[in-house]
Structure formats: C-alpha cells, structure tokens
C-alpha cells in the first residue's frame, strides 16, 4: 500500500553534515507519522526522529540540537538534516512510515541507507 524510498547516504567527516530524503508513494493518505530509525552494527534498531502529519516531533535525546525533521505533505516526504556528525552516528539509518489509527496502523520500511562518519 504504502513505498519508501530514501536518498542521501554516505560518508562524511566528524563535524560535517548530510541530509537524508523520504519519499512516499502509493495510499500516502493512509500515513500519519513519518521519520527515521537507524540501527547500529551490534546494537537495536532506535528511533531517531519522527514527525505526526500536523508537524509535530520528537527527537531520541543523542541527537536533539543536531538534527531537524521536516515533512512535506504535498510531496509525501520527509528530510533529515544532520549536522555536527558523530562517529556513534554511524549507522544504517531507516526511513518509517506509520498509518493512522483509522487506518490499521500498520509500519513501512525503506530499504536503509548507510551513513558513515570518520575520519
């Protein structure tokens, strides 16, 4: 019902920033709560930030200050501003996408894209 796919992804140095890209397709008018999850080699798959259709966020507490999630309803996206990047902010980061209540509330999931910050 519901695609993801996300852009944006690769390597960048400590300190730098990237953005990351969400585009939505298919029954978009099922979708609520759009944002990012990112899951570490040996750790849990973690939020990271999310976003509800009337622009509300939260932020997991490792990353408020440094990133921004914005959404645009008319094109169905979501971006992930990322700056003053840390190397524990290595990871593959997942795009996520839930349905409302109304609508089963069902998750969607892009494919991941690996972001990477060394030196």
């Known amino acids: 019902q519901v695609q993801l796919v996300e852009s944006g992804g690769g390597l960048v140095q400590p300190g730098g920033s990237l953005g990351l890209s969400c585009a939505a397709s298919?029954?978009?008018?099922?979708?609520?709560?759009m944002g990012w999850y990112r899951q570490a080699p040996g750790k849990e798959r973690e939020l990271v930030a999310s976003i509800t259709r009337d622009g509300r966020t939260n932020y997991a507490d490792s990353v408020k200050g440094r990133f921004a999630l914005s959404r645009d309803n008319a094109k169905n996206t979501v971006y992930l501003q990322m700056n003053s990047l840390k190397p524990e902010d290595t990871a593959v980061y997942y795009c996520?996408?839930?349905?409302?209540?109304?609508?089963?509330?069902?998750?969607?999931w892009g494919q991941g894209t690996q972001v990477t910050v060394s030196s």
């Open positions: 298919g029954s978009t008018f099922r979708i609520n709560g």
């Open positions: 996520n996408a839930v349905e409302g209540y109304g609508f089963g509330h069902n998750a969607y």
